[in-house]
T-cell receptor, first 115, second 115 residues
Framework: SAVISQKPSRDICQRGTSLTIQCQVD?????MFWYRQQPGQSLTLIAT?????????ESGFVIDKFPISRPNLTFSTLTVSNMSPEDSSIYLC????????????FGPGTRLTVL | AQSVTQPDIHITVSEGASLELRCNYS??????LFWYVQSPGQGLQLLLK??????LVQGIKGFEAEFKRSQSSFNLRKPSVHWSDAAEYFC?????????????FGTGTQLKVEL
């Protein structure tokens, strides 16, 4: 079966810095998404990563804080900018291979701690 | 508003006992429904899904779920729980909206298994 990988798997960062998270899939996908899971919470959709164009952000999330790139059909990055302790979360990449609606598969997540 | 509800935040069962995790949704039409499991420090793994057809669906790890339109429910069941089933379980529904498509998650149910 196809593999979704994320780098880094975890990181501890200082307030005010930025971190870029990578999501790599070993086969072409139709759609890629980024989710946030705050401690003890459910998953919240940040944005849909669109190939070759600006991401589509959900209410409460903005491009300046969470810039996203998707240069091709197998790779995307999410940057968490100007971090604060409130950004401490697990960030998950998710993909769909077929036409939506279809099953979404998730990467292993990136656990971010901001001091 | 369209939503997914998991009424039980925590459930504790004894190993070998049966399990039922509740999930309710509120939509005008039948949504596409999923159950995911998240073990500590892990990403989300798909247990099973319902798109159409037979309302009783079988998944991995001995889990099954039944879609009941009259009750707007999609409860997850397992006849005999193993200690390794201890994890967080998320019900999710795919919403087809005018502005796009989105997977919406319930708040999750934390399962504890007593030996």
């Amino acid at each position: 079966s196809a593999v979704i990988s994320q780098k880094p798997s975890r990181d501890i960062c200082q307030r005010g810095t930025s971190l870029t998270i990578q999501c790599q899939v070993d086969s072409q996908v139709t759609m890629m998404f980024w989710y946030r899971q705050q401690p003890g919470q459910s998953l919240t959709l940040i944005a849909t990563a669109n190939q070759g164009s600006e991401a589509t952000y959900e209410s409460g999330f903005v491009i300046d804080k969470f810039p996203i790139s998707r240069p091709n059909l197998t790779f995307s990055t999410l940057t968490v900018s100007n971090m604060s302790p409130e950004d401490s979360s697990i960030y998950l990449c998710s993909v769909v291979w077929g036409r939506v609606p279809d099953t979404q598969y998730f990467g292993p997540g990136t656990r971010l701690t901001v001091l | 508003a369209q939503s997914v509800t998991q009424p039980d935040i925590h459930i504790t069962v004894s190993e070998g006992a049966s399990l039922e995790l509740r999930c309710n949704y509120s939509y005008g039409a039948t949504p596409y429904l999923f159950w995911y499991v998240q073990s500590p420090g892990q990403g989300l793994q798909l247990l099973l899904k319902y798109f159409s057809g037979d309302t009783l669906v079988q998944g991995i790890k001995g889990f099954e779920a039944e879609f009941k339109r009259s009750q707007s429910s999609f409860n997850l069941r397992k006849p005999s729980v193993h200690w390794s089933d201890a994890a967080e379980y998320f019900c999710a529904a795919f919403i087809l909206t005018g502005g796009g498509n989105k997977l919406t998650f319930g708040t999750g149910t934390q399962l504890k298994v007593e030996l």
